[in-house]
C-alpha cells in the first residue's frame, strides 16, 4: 500500500476466495481513503453485489471501487482500461492464465503509457518461458549496398477502398447429430480448468457436455429460469463449472445472440433451438405479462421491462428490485404507496417473469 499510488485502480488476485476476503479487508485497514468501498472482493460468492461492484470499477469515470480482490473471476473478460497495478498473490501455473491476467493492465486508456505487476510468487519467471512470445527472433540481413529496392510513387487516388472483411463463421456438430453454427473467434482465448487452450468449437461441446447434469430438457430449463431464485442457482453452477457471466457473454458474441436472453443461449447450444432477441420476447409476451395486474403494477413492469431489453436478464434478479423502484419513483417509499406494499410489489416482481419465458407460439 506504502508502494503504490491509492488513487489508482488496482487488481489483487488471490489464492481463494476466503483469501481475497482477507486481503480485502487488509487494504481497508491501511488505506488512506475514507470510503468504506474502496477496497471490495469480486468473487464466484459475491453474486449480484459484487457484479455491480465490477461494473463500477470498469467505469473510467468513477473512482470507487478503486481496487478488486479476486481469486479466479477476474482473470478474463474484464475491459477495465485503466488499470495501473496488477498484484500476484496466488501461483500461476498456466502460462494461458498468466497472458490473460497480464492483459488486463495492458489496455490502453489516456494518459496510460504503463501499468505495474506486483509479484509475491515469482510468476515474472514467466516472462523468461519461449511460450510466452517465442524464441528471439534473428534480426534481418542488411541489403547489399545499391540494391535496395526503390518504391514505386504512391498515388492516392488508384489504391482501391478495402473490402470490409466478412465475419466468418463455422459450423459444429455436437453430440445430438444437430449443428451449431458459431463466429469464428480470432481475439479470445479459450482455456480447459488444467490449463489446456482449447478452440471456440471445444469450448461450446465442453460446455454442451456440462449442462444435461443442470437440466434435462427445455421444459426443466424453462421451469428454472422463470423464477429468480433458481435462475440465480443455475447460474452459480454454471460458474461452479467455470462458465461465469464473461465466459457466457463470450458464448453470446459466439453465436451473435448479445441481444438475446441467456436462456436463449443455453437453449440453443443444448437443443439448437434458435435464439431470439430480448426485444422479441417482449413483444411477443407483453400482453399476457402485463393482463394480471392492475393498472399502476402495469405501469411499473412495463419500466422493468424496458430495462430488461436495454441490459439483459440481469435485471430480473430481485436484487435489483430496489434499485428498479429507486430508478422509477425515485424513493421505495414512494413506490410502496404507489404500488400497494412491498408483499404486492414482490408477487408481481416475481410473477411475471413465468409468462416472459413460456413458449413461443411456434414451439411445441
Known amino acids: 500500500m506504502e508502494a503504490i499510488d491509492q488513487r489508482q485502480k488496482t487488481l489483487v488476485f488471490c489464492a481463494t476466495q476466503q483469501h481475497a476476503l482477507i486481503v480485502r479487508d487488509a487494504i481497508n485497514q491501511l488505506k488512506t481513503s475514507r470510503d468504506p468501498n474502496y477496497c471490495v472482493r469480486v468473487t464466484a460468492n459475491d453474486g449480484a453485489i459484487g457484479d455491480q461492484f465490477l461494473r463500477t470499477f470498469q467505469d473510467n469515470e468513477k473512482t470507487i471501487p478503486t481496487i478488486l480482490t479476486t481469486s479466479q473471476k477476474l482473470s478474463t473478460g474484464v475491459d477495465a482500461r485503466n488499470v495501473r497495478n496488477i498484484v500476484l498473490m496466488r501461483p500461476i501455473n498456466s502460462m494461458i492464465e498468466f497472458k490473460q491476467i497480464i492483459g488486463r493492465g495492458t489496455r490502453l486508456f489516456d494518459g496510460k503509457d504503463y501499468f505495474t505487476i506486483y509479484d509475491f510468487v515469482r510468476a515474472y519467471e514467466h516472462f523468461n518461458d519461449p511460450e510466452w512470445d517465442g524464441e528471439p527472433a534473428e534480426p534481418p540481413a542488411p541489403a547489399p549496398r545499391g540494391m535496395a529496392d526503390t518504391p514505386e510513387p504512391y498515388d492516392a487516388g488508384t489504391d482501391p477502398e478495402p473490402e470490409p472483411q466478412p465475419r466468418q463463421r463455422i459450423k459444429i456438430k455436437l453430440a445430438d447429430g444437430k449443428e451449431r453454427t458459431i463466429q469464428h473467434m480470432m481475439a479470445t482465448s479459450f482455456w480447459s480448468p488444467d490449463g489446456r487452450p482449447m478452440s471456440a468449437a471445444e469450448f461450446v461441446a465442453r460446455l454442451f457436455g456440462e449442462l444435461p447434469s443442470l437440466f434435462k430438457d427445455?421444459?426443466?430449463?424453462?421451469?428454472?429460469?422463470?423464477?429468480?431464485?433458481?435462475?440465480?442457482?443455475?447460474?452459480?453452477?454454471?460458474?461452479?463449472?467455470?462458465?461465469?457471466?464473461?465466459?457466457?457473454?463470450?458464448?453470446?458474441?459466439?453465436?451473435?445472440?448479445?441481444?438475446?436472453?441467456?436462456?436463449?443461449?443455453?437453449?440453443?447450444?443444448?437443443?439448437?433451438?434458435?435464439?431470439?432477441?430480448?426485444?422479441?420476447?417482449?413483444?411477443?409476451?407483453?400482453?399476457?405479462?402485463?393482463?394480471?395486474?392492475?393498472?399502476?403494477?402495469?405501469?411499473?413492469?412495463?419500466?422493468?421491462?424496458?430495462?430488461?431489453?436495454?441490459?439483459?436478464?440481469?435485471?430480473?434478479?430481485?436484487?435489483?428490485?430496489?434499485?428498479?423502484?429507486?430508478?422509477?419513483?425515485?424513493?421505495?417509499?414512494?413506490?410502496t404507496a404507489e404500488l400497494g406494499g412491498p408483499a404486492t410489489i414482490r408477487a408481481a416482481f416475481i410473477g411475471f417473469q413465468r409468462h416472459l419465458y413460456t413458449p413461443q407460439p411456434h414451439q411445441p
Open 218 to 335: 427445455e421444459d426443466e430449463l424453462r421451469a428454472l429460469w422463470s423464477v429468480p431464485d433458481t435462475r440465480r442457482a443455475l447460474l452459480e453452477s454454471l460458474e461452479e463449472k467455470g462458465y461465469g457471466r464473461e465466459q457466457l457473454r463470450e458464448i453470446e458474441r459466439m453465436i451473435d445472440a448479445e441481444k438475446s436472453d441467456l436462456y436463449d443461449v443455453l437453449a440453443y447450444i443444448a437443443f439448437a433451438l434458435s435464439p431470439i432477441t430480448r426485444q422479441q420476447r417482449v413483444d411477443t409476451h407483453k400482453s399476457e405479462i402485463l393482463a394480471p395486474y392492475d393498472p399502476k403494477l402495469q405501469t411499473f413492469l412495463d419500466f422493468v421491462l424496458s430495462q430488461y431489453i436495454k441490459e439483459g436478464v440481469g435485471e430480473l434478479d430481485q436484487s435489483k428490485l430496489p434499485h428498479l423502484l429507486e430508478l422509477r419513483y425515485r424513493a421505495i417509499s414512494d413506490a
